[in-house]
């Protein structure tokens, strides 16, 4: 198995979010492309088993608090006695905000400006 860095692609969500895509093509190798694409569904398999969710871990393989919901999964032949899995996950994150007084005090009337009675 090889595990390249991930392609990300970023662009706006909602008005106060922006999104990152995120692409990860993992290469399984086998003695032949037939059992490169087996062993490759049967890891897809087991990803989605779990509801496609991915528990990360620490480098020292430390169990965190933290998992990837994956999006959409599939699986390749791309050459001689390899298969790829693609996975595919999306990320939002807020955009920076100045700070801004909060309000104390709010008044709400009807609407309507009364002038004094004479």
Request: aromatic share 8%; hydrophobic share 40%.
């Amino acid at each position: 198995v090889y595990v390249p860095p991930v392609t990300v692609i970023s662009g706006p969500d909602t008005v106060s979010t922006f999104m990152k895509s995120y692409s990860l093509q993992v290469k399984v190798f086998h003695i032949d492309t037939e059992k490169a694409h087996d062993a490759a569904e049967t890891i897809v398999d087991a990803l989605l088993a779990d509801r496609q969710i991915i528990q990360m871990m620490s480098e020292d393989g430390e169990v965190l608090d933290d998992y990837v919901r994956i999006k959409r999964v599939e699986t390749r032949m791309i050459d001689q006695g390899v298969a790829a899995i693609v996975l595919t996950w999306d990320s939002s994150y807020w955009y920076n905000r100045d700070k801004q007084a909060s309000l104390e005090d709010i008044n709400f009337s009807d609407g309507v400006i009364k002038r004094e009675q004479d």
